[in-house]
T-cell receptor, first 117, second 112 residues
């Protein structure tokens, strides 16, 4: 399995809703990432998990809450979002730092297109 | 994060011609430089990458060069085809770690 999967593909939510984005990989990667991408812009790093521990939080507002239940799963919990949070949310994974051939990033998932009304 | 500058922002070439996209980075500790291709509505896909201990890498029609001294790296696509049309992003890792800083992207159009 060489895929990173994400669910849902599309999500429309109101500003008072609570929702979660899910990401899964079965490549044995020990680093997982959340990126946010606005239209016609590059991906922007939000969070990095390394060996299931949060290692980087790029000053993301607390209305985004990441969770890494195990080495294959990564969630992003959403609460009280704003319309400007509408974007494509990309999950990615890579081999862990320190492992043989470890590199910062290899595979992106297909993304969840989020619309906040 | 540290800056990665990418040029040009748009590039139009005729089928069969070569395309070159250039990036510069500012973080001296960067040691990994991937390139991604993103088609409309799809995820970024890694097409080639280079580490700082290598000056050039080639994969069929795609090549990447790295000049560590000048902090420049470039993507070269030869014999371009219409299916090469996409947005291309360069990136560099920050502080030899895991965070990737992306360039702003180059929209490549290959016309038949």
């Amino acid at each position: 399995d060489t895929e990173v999967t994400q669910t849902p593909k599309h999500l429309v939510m109101g500003m008072t809703n609570k929702k979660s984005l899910k990401c899964e990989q079965h490549m044995g990667h020990r680093a997982m990432y959340w990126y946010k991408q606005k239209a016609k812009k590059p991906p922007e790093l939000m969070f990095v998990y390394s060996y299931e521990k949060l290692s980087i939080n790029e000053s993301v507002p607390s209305r985004f809450s990441p969770e890494c239940p195990n080495s294959s799963l990564l969630n992003l919990h959403l609460h009280a979002l704003q319309p400007e949070d509408s974007a494509l949310y990309l999950c990615a994974s890579s081999r862990g730092q320190g492992t043989s051939g470890g590199l910062p990033l290899s595979f992106f998932g297909p993304g969840t297109r989020l619309t906040v009304l | 994060g540290e800056n990665v500058e990418q040029h040009p922002s748009t590039l139009s070439v005729q089928e069969g011609d070569s395309a070159v996209i250039k990036c510069t980075y500012s973080d001296s500790a960067s040691n990994y430089f991937p390139w991604y291709k993103q088609e409309l509505g799809k995820r970024p896909q890694l097409i080639i990458d280079i580490r700082s201990n290598v000056g050039e890498k080639k994969d069929q029609r795609i090549a990447v060069t790295l000049n560590k001294t000048a902090k420049h790296f470039s993507l070269h696509i030869t014999e371009t085809q219409p299916e090469d049309s996409a947005v291309y992003f360069c990136a560099a890792n920050a502080n030899s770690g895991y965070a990737l800083n992306f360039g702003k992207g180059t929209s490549l159009l290959v016309t038949p």
